[in-house]
Structures are given as C-alpha cells and as structure tokens.
C-alpha cells in the first residue's frame, strides 16, 4: 500500500513571498489533515477535511494561510504572504473514516524555511 | 481543557535494557490515546493505540503501553531497548466528545551500545 505523499520536501523562500504544498493521501482514505509542527514542539492541527469538505480550521491563520481538496482526494496547503514564524515542517495525514479510534498516516513532511 | 504532556523531553537508555517514555492526558470523556515515533527526516509512524478493552496494549516493533485510568497516564515501553529504537516520540490523545488529536511535545530517545 503506498503511503502519503508529499511535495516539495524542502522550500526555502522569503518573508511576504508565497508558498504551495501539495499532498496525496493514501488511496481510499477519505479523511485528510495538515499539521504544523515547530522545531522542539508536536504536531498541530491545521485543518482537517473530510472528503472534500472542512471538518476543523479552527487553528488555520485564515489570513495568510488557505487549503483546499478539490474531489476529495489531493490536497494543496498555501501560504501568501509567508511571515518568518511559519519556518516549520508541514505534515499532511490521512485516515480511513473521520472516527476517534483510528490511527492517521503521516507523509514525509515539507520542510518550510523562511528567510 | 484536552492536553498531553511528555514530561521528559529526552530518555537515555542503554540498550538492552527496558525502557519507558511517560504520558499523561487531560480529556473529558474516555480517552483514546496514540503514540507515534518519528525518525529524523521522516513523517510520523503509528505504533499502538488504546481504544477500550486489555490496559496493556501491543504495537509495532515489541512496543507496548499500560493504560492507567486513575494515573491517566498512557507509558510507552519495552523490555529490551535496541539502538535502532532512538528516535523521537509522540503521545497523542482524542476525547470521545470531539475528533482533534492533540499531541505532546514530544520526547526524544536515546539508546546507546
């Protein structure tokens, strides 16, 4: 079974540019999630969708920060403009159903740099 | 409030011997509770949850964690530490009444030859 991909898996860009990620979740898992995860820090949820629709943006910087899952498989995760405190990895994940007792599977991970 | 805390932020631990990387939870609710291990320059890999049922609960790689209601807290362990077993890890928590995980800050392991 192939896992969750993510690209690119490192961007280094500058404070006020913009920023996409992109992900694909594993085949058939209708529930997707962006993190954020800090240096020294544990993941964050983001925003969390369920086929195509927002489940939980409650922590997603609506100003800067926008996501989107068009039919309800990939996912892109943006940033315009970048500030230098969004310097993190951004994990995507999935799961087989939006239900408490199962696991998520986490890809890769991009590692955002800003300068 | 829901929270996790990993109240040690590294663990050392000769290998060979046993060891053990805490947990502790705050949710309203039944806990389901997660631990992930994240080694470097690589996403987050599930190793065992508690849903309901046995307190001792077994996972992936001879991991297993006790479940302790009173002590609300979900330790991470196992009986014989190997070095490849150094890595980062996570303990994370849903309540029964809402579907956000939240994750601990983390603990970082350390097993030397």
């Known amino acids: 079974e192939a896992g969750v991909a993510q690209s690119p898996r490192y961007k280094i860009i500058e404070k006020r540019q913009s920023v996409a990620f992109w992900c694909n979740p594993i085949s058939g898992h209708a529930t997707l999630y962006w993190y954020q995860q800090i240096l020294g820090q544990g993941p964050k949820l983001l925003i969390q969708?369920?086929?195509?629709?927002?489940?939980?943006d409650s922590q997603l910087p609506k100003d800067r920060f926008s996501a989107e899952r068009l039919k309800g498989v990939d996912s892109t995760l943006k940033i315009q403009p970048a500030k230098l405190e969004d310097s993190a990895v951004y994990l995507c994940?999935?799961?087989?159903?939006?239900?408490?007792?199962?696991?998520?599977?986490f890809g890769p991970g991009t590692r955002l740099t800003v300068t | 409030a829901q929270s996790v805390a990993q109240p040690e932020d590294q663990v050392n631990v000769a290998e060979g011997n046993p060891l053990t990387v805490k947990c502790t939870y705050s949710?309203?609710?039944?806990?389901?509770l997660f631990w992930y291990v994240q080694y470097p320059n690589r996403g987050l890999q599930f190793l065992l949850k508690?849903?309901?049922?046995?307190?001792l609960v077994k996972g992936s790689y001879g991991f297993e964690a006790e479940f302790n209601k009173s002590q609300t807290s979900f330790h991470l362990k196992k009986p014989s530490a190997l070095v490849s077993d150094s890595a980062l890890y996570f303990c994370?928590?849903?309540?029964?009444?809402?579907?956000?995980?939240?994750f601990g800050s983390g603990t970082k392991l350390n097993v030397k030859p």
């Open positions: 949710v309203s609710g039944n806990p389901y």
């Open positions: 994370a928590v849903r309540g029964d009444n809402f579907n956000k995980f939240y």
């Open positions: 969708f369920q086929n195509n629709g927002v489940v939980d």
């Open positions: 994940a999935s799961s087989l159903y939006d239900y408490r007792a199962y696991e998520q599977y």
């Open positions: 508690y849903i309901t049922g046995d307190n």
